[in-house]
Every structure is written in structure tokens, then in C-alpha cells.
């Protein structure tokens, strides 16, 4: 993957129709258009970045907030037919290089068990699960795996973790 072809930026209202198309194909709890619309209107707490690939507007998308010195991953996606050639990865070393400069120390997100796709990419990144939650999802209902990534302040280097 050439990394200079994407570009990530912080999402504007003219990105939510294709954030949303994203978000349905990917979950089965989607959220809906006004919740993203939400986020932009909260800078302080929260950004919605979008990865914009040749020819695509929007190639993927990442919801975080800003918690004291954490980051809370909210929401990931990756435009299905651009998956596994590294966009997830380039997105997420990107938020959490961000959220280091911010002074964000710890990160934390949450995942189905069953999802080893995304298991895979954050355990690759240094995250590690500190925690099992029951129930935790519907549609279907599931557990959560919670995990931590406790430094953060690694992304700031220029290979990062
Ligand atoms: C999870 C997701 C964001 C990954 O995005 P991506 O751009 O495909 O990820 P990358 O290409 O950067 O993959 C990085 C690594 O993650 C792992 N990985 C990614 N997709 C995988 C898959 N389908 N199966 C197994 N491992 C996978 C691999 O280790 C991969 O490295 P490799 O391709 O060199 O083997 C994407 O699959 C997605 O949007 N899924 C649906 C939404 C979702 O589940 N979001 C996370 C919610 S917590």
C-alpha cells in the first residue's frame, strides 16, 4: 500500500451520507445519520475522521473521544470492498498519533468476541483485552471484549507500535 495515496481528515456534514452507508454495511446496529451529525458538534469531546482514498470520498470512518488522558475508540469502519489492504491500520495509527499529541496515555475500545477481523488489527497495534463483558451487544446479543492500549504516547514515533 502506497500511505500517500489516502489522506485522513476530520469529517464534515458533507461526508455523513456516505459515513452512514458505511456504517450500515458494516454493523448490525447501525447508527443513524443524526448521531454521526452529532459528533461534529461536539469538538471538544469528539472527532469523526473519514480516510479518503483516489477516487473515493470516503474510504472508512473513526468516531473518538477525547476522556481526561484517554482516547475511547467508539467506531471504525472500512468501506467493505477497500478492506485488508491497510486503511484500518493506516486510520487507527493515525487517531491514536492524534490523540497522543492531545495527551491522551491509555486508549480503550470495546468488540464483539467474535469479530477477528478487528481483533486481529488491534492486538497487531499493542492492544491487549483486560476484560469480558456478557451481554454486552444486541442483534445478536453477544459478549464484549474490552481492551486497553496503555501507550499510546508510542504512536508519536515515526513507525509507531
Ligand atoms: C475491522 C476493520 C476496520 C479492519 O479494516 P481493514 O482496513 O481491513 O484492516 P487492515 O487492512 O489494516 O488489516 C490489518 C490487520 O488486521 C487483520 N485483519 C483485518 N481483516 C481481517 C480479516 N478479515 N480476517 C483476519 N484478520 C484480519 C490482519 O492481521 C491484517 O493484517 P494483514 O492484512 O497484513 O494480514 C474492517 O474489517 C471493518 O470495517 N470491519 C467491519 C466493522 C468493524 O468490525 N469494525 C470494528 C468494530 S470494533
Request: neutral net charge.
Amino acid at each position: 500500500m502506497n500511505a500517500s495515496e489516502y489522506a485522513i481528515e476530520v469529517a464534515t456534514e458533507a461526508d455523513l451520507d456516505a459515513i452512514s452507508e458505511i456504517d450500515r454495511a458494516s454493523f448490525t446496529n447501525p447508527w443513524t445519520r443524526d448521531m454521526f451529525a452529532r459528533e461534529l458538534r461536539q469538538p471538544q469531546l469528539a472527532r469523526l475522521y473519514v480516510i479518503r482514498a483516489p477516487g473515493v470520498r470516503v474510504a472508512g470512518f473513526c468516531v473518538c473521544w477525547d476522556v481526561v488522558r484517554e482516547v475511547h475508540l467508539n467506531t471504525l469502519a472500512i468501506r467493505p470492498d477497500l478492506r485488508r489492504r491497510g486503511l484500518g491500520t493506516l486510520m487507527l495509527r493515525h487517531v491514536l498519533r492524534e490523540a497522543a499529541e492531545r495527551g491522551a496515555r491509555r486508549a480503550t475500545l470495546d468488540v464483539r468476541v467474535s469479530n477477528d477481523a478487528a481483533l486481529a488489527l488491534y492486538r497487531a497495534l499493542g492492544f491487549e483485552i483486560a476484560a469480558t463483558r456478557g451481554n454486552y451487544y444486541s442483534n445478536p446479543a453477544e459478549p464484549a471484549y474490552i481492551l486497553w492500549h496503555e501507550h499510546v504516547e508510542r504512536f508519536l514515533e515515526p513507525q509507531g507500535p
